[in-house]
């Protein structure tokens, strides 16, 4: 089991993760904290407001709860804060706890919002700018990312491969509505952009997230606090496959930690290693790897497109 921790927020940083850290450390899990560098604008985050599905997901999410007041006026009412520059030190102490780190984004909500419509040099720009901190951050290049909101385009995925990164977690496999896999035997695979493949692996999410869940009614029942540990845990029962499950630090690493516990030891009691995507990518780095088209999607419960696994070419 892949843990993968996006961090957003500055918030997030500065108390999710710390608890993330306590929480893995105590069951000697592996992850990989993937971090926002930049500027916290979410307040800006509201202009989605406007898109399909989105006041459902607000609805059934309790976002002003998690994320809290402060957090969804920065970049609105009040200036974002710099994450990577305030919060440096505490970014270096999860990788003194043994905890692989790398990029999610320089500013969130302006690469989710926006990289779909945007060229290779803008993409390449905000993406170097990140690097750039993670390297001022913590003394070496970053090796892996993560995207915001699972958003990418073509030139973000050729940029990996300038960068060198081996591999990286920028999208999801297809789900169906019960949250099982769509095509189960999707996972990890590399890119073909046309006829051009791409060096890096990609390990795409394969369970859906507690905010996709929470509140929906699966199967004649409504998923809740009480019950989507054990609704996810039944997702992974008896697999002999790997996953990759992705949590967010103003999540599992705040208010809903009790569920992430509950996962933690369920996963344990399933027999599943809790790794990060490097311990991941040593596993994986010489078995044959499908290749697919890098294609868009949606996934249930949530709202408008991002990067899902296709079909593997021939």
């Not at 850290?21 to 000697?28: G, H, I, N, P």
């Not at 993560?146 to 990286?168: P, S, V």
């Not at 044959?288 to 294609?295: A, D, G, K, Q």
Request: hydrophobic share 40%; with cysteine.
């Amino acid at each position: 089991m892949v843990l993968k921790i996006d961090v957003d927020t500055y918030r997030g940083t500065r108390e999710g993760v710390p608890n993330l850290v306590r929480m893995l450390k105590a069951r000697q899990a592996g992850a990989t904290f993937l971090f926002s560098l930049g500027p916290d604008h979410t307040g800006r985050a509201l202009r989605r407001a406007l898109r399909p599905g989105f006041f459902s997901k607000v609805s059934r999410t309790s976002v002003v709860e998690h994320y809290g007041l402060k957090t969804l006026m920065y970049g609105v009412l009040l200036p974002g804060p710099d994450i990577g520059k305030d919060c440096a030190a505490g970014l270096r102490a999860v990788r003194d706890a043994g905890f692989e780190c790398g990029i999610h984004t320089w500013d969130h909500v302006l690469w989710q919002d926006n990289v779909a419509r945007r060229d290779a040099a803008w993409s390449s720009a905000m993406m170097r700018k990140a690097a750039a901190r993670h390297t001022q951050i913590f003394g070496t290049a970053p090796r892996t990312h993560g995207a915001a909101g699972w958003q990418m385009n073509n030139g973000a995925f050729h940029e990996h491969d300038a960068a060198g990164y081996a591999y990286a977690s920028d999208g999801r496999c297809g789900l169906n509505p019960d949250g099982t896999l769509a095509n189960p035997a999707d996972g990890p695979h590399r890119l073909c952009d046309g006829g051009q493949p791409l060096r890096h692996i990609q390990m795409p999410t394969t369970l859906p997230t507690l905010d996709e869940v929470l509140g929906r009614e699966i199967n004649g029942v409504t998923i809740g606090v009480g019950n989507i540990a054990a609704f996810l845990l039944n997702l992974t029962e008896g697999a002999t496959r790997d996953h990759v499950y992705t949590l967010h630090a103003e999540l599992e690493g705040q208010k809903l930690a009790p569920i992430f516990e509950q996962l933690l030891a369920g996963w344990q009691a399933q027999g599943y290693q809790l790794a990060s995507m490097a311990d991941y990518y040593q596993k994986i780095r010489t078995l044959p790897m499908p290749v697919c088209p890098i294609t868009w999607g949606e996934l249930p419960g949530r709202s408008g497109q991002l990067i899902i696994q296709g079909a593997a070419q021939a």
